[in-house]
């Protein structure tokens, strides 16, 4: 079984600084880790996704996320917040191929003015 | 642009009355597609894939009978809530993937469902 623990469901931080948000998974298998974001009432937009190789995966946004075996983590980062950030942002495992997607219970991003 | 397209966006039935969603891959076939349910502020529940040609898979806890899927073509998949309760209201979303191996998934952008 899968699973994924999202830390903090709402997160705020002023625009420019840093954004940091948590996401710790378990995986029977080598995971293969996504972050995704959503906007209300929309679909999800695929941020990045690590499936093998490097283990620092830079995402569009300028958003990028670190796979740490050791930590169990995949934690995602923007070095400088934007207004247009706010939203909901969702990080999943899956086992790869044809696999369906488990999600954690996703981290609301604040940004203040 | 959109890769995956779901239809329609929002919905509203009275209780008793089937629905039917329709989640497409416009230009891409999907062997596999993938139906999610999100309650409010909530995060997404995989409900069953999607196999074209066969059988849908559910997960556990969800009615089949319910929550009928069909994959009839590469390109289209439907799910359709039958005999809808209030309690059935809720965010459903698609998704497919390429059939290249690693082909990351692309949502479609939800149907909003309300059963009065």
């Known amino acids: 079984a899968q699973s994924v623990t999202q830390l903090g469901s709402h997160v705020s931080v002023s625009e420019g600084a840093l954004v940091l948000l948590r996401c710790n998974y378990s995986?029977?298998?080598?995971?293969?880790l996504f972050w995704y974001v959503q906007y209300p009432n929309q679909g999800l937009q695929l941020l990045l996704k690590?499936?093998?190789?490097?283990?620092l995966v830079k995402g569009i946004n300028g958003f990028e996320a670190e796979f740490k075996k050791s930590e169990t983590s995949f934690h995602l980062t923007k070095p400088s917040a934007h207004m247009s950030d706010a939203a909901e942002y969702f990080c999943a495992v899956s086992r790869g191929g044809a696999d369906g997607l488990t999600f954690g219970k996703g981290t609301h991003l604040i940004i203040q003015p | 642009g959109a890769v995956v397209s779901q239809h329609p966006s929002r919905v509203i039935c009275k209780s008793g009355t089937s629905v039917k969603i329709e989640c497409r891959s416009l230009d891409f076939q999907a062997t596999t597609m993938f139906w999610y349910r999100q309650f409010p502020k909530q995060s997404l529940m995989l409900m069953a894939t999607s196999n074209e040609g066969s059988k849908a898979t559910y997960e556990q806890g969800v009615e089949k009978d319910k929550f009928l899927i069909n994959h009839a073509s590469l390109t289209l998949s439907t799910l359709t809530v039958t005999s809808a309760h209030p309690e059935d209201s809720s965010f459903y979303i698609c998704s497919a993937s390429r059939e290249e191996y690693n082909s990351p998934l692309h949502f479609g952008n939800g149907t909003r469902l309300t059963v009065t």
């Open positions: 995986s029977s298998v080598p995971p293969y």
């Open positions: 690590y499936t093998t190789g490097a283990t």
